[in-house]
C-alpha cells in the first residue's frame, strides 16, 4: 500500500530526543484576517500567563526563545479562536497561516479560525503530517475495527521500534484513539525511559488514564459528588440539588465556545421551575476577576463554582473531563443521564425524566 510506503520514509528518520537549549526563531506570514497580536506556549504550558506575544504587522510576526529541541508548539489568536500545534527541530523556522471570521449560525457571534497551511524548517512537523495522512486513509480501508487497530499497531510498533528516543512516536501514540490498553501499554514498553517525563510521555499517561476512567463515564451510574468554593470561597457540595435532574456545566470565562453557548442555557435554565431542574456551573479559571466578571456579564443566575485546578481537578479527572465546554446531566436519583449533551438532548432527557 502507498501509505505504508509513505510512511517507513518516516521511519528511518531519526526523531531522537536533544538535550541541548537552544536560541530558537520562529517567524510566520499570516494570510485572511486576523488581529494584532498572536501567542506562543508550547508543551504542558497551557495559561494565558506562560503565552509569550508578538504583534502582528502587514501580516508577519516573530517569535524568539530558548528551549530544547524537537519541541510541539500552539498558536492561538485570543481567546476567541482556535488552536494551531506544530513542532519544531530547527533553530530558525517559517510558518505559513491561513485565517479567517467565522460567523456562529444560532448566536450570529464571530470566532477566529486560523491553520498552518505550510512549514519551512522543521523535518519533524513535515513527517508528523505525512503519517498522519497515513493514518487517515488506514480509517478508508474496507476492514474491520480489530484489523484497521493492528494495522496501526503495527505501524507505531515498527517507528518505536526503531525510534524508542522520539518525542514524534510518543506524540503518536499518546494521540491515537484505536488502540487498545493492552497494546498502548506495550508500545509504552518499548520507549526509553528518559522520554516518559516529556510533556508527550504526561500525555499518553493521561490517556492511559481515560481508558482506564471509561468505567465512571458509564450511563446510570451513580454520580461521583465533590466539594468546591463558591464566588465567596465557601465549600459547597455538588449534592446540594439532591431530587432534582441537575445540569454539571463545565466551562471557563476566556472559553469563547462556552461563552457562546450561555445564552442557550439561560432559555434553557428559566425554562424549568426551580424544584424540578437546577445547574451547577463549575469553571476552569484561575483568575477570579474574570471569572466574576463572565458571570455578571453573560447574566447567569445558577449556581457557580470553581476549579482552578482545570481538567486535574478531582472532578474533571474522575469523569476524564479534557477541557471545555463539557456537560454531564444527572437524574433525580443522582444517575449519569449523558455527557457533553446538546442544549435539545439535554431538554429532551429532562422533559422525559420529568413524566
Known sequence: ?????????????????????????????INGTYPDKIFLF???????????SSVIANGHFQFNLKTKLPILCRLHFSENTNIVEFYIDNPTTLIYLNSKIETNSENKTKRTYFELDSIKGSVIEVNRQLFEKSLAKVETLNISTIEKRNLHYN???????????????????????ILSLNQI?????????????SYEGQKLNRSIISLLRLKNRLIGEQFHHVSLPDKFGKKIETSIYAGKIVLINFWASWCAPCREKHPEVVKLFNSYKRSQFDIIGISFDDDLKSWRAAVVKDKIKWLQLIDTKYTYGTLSSYYDIKGVPSNILINRDGKILGFDLTNQEIKKFTDDNLK
Open 155 to 177: 505501524l507505531l510498533d515498527s517507528f518505536i521500534t526503531k525510534n524508542p528516543k522520539s518525542k514524534l512516536a510518543l506524540y503518536f501514540l499518546a494521540t491515537n484513539k
Open 185 to 197: 501499554n506495550l508500545l509504552k514498553s518499548n520507549f526509553d525511559t528518559s522520554l516518559l517525563s
Open 1 to 29: 500500500m502507498n501509505f505504508i510506503i509513505a510512511f517507513l520514509m518516516v521511519l528511518f528518520t531519526n526523531f531522537s530526543l536533544y538535550s541541548q537549549t537552544t536560541d530558537i526563531s520562529i517567524s510566520g506570514k
Open 42 to 52: 508550547f508543551d504542558g504550558n497551557i495559561n494565558a500567563k506562560d503565552s509569550l
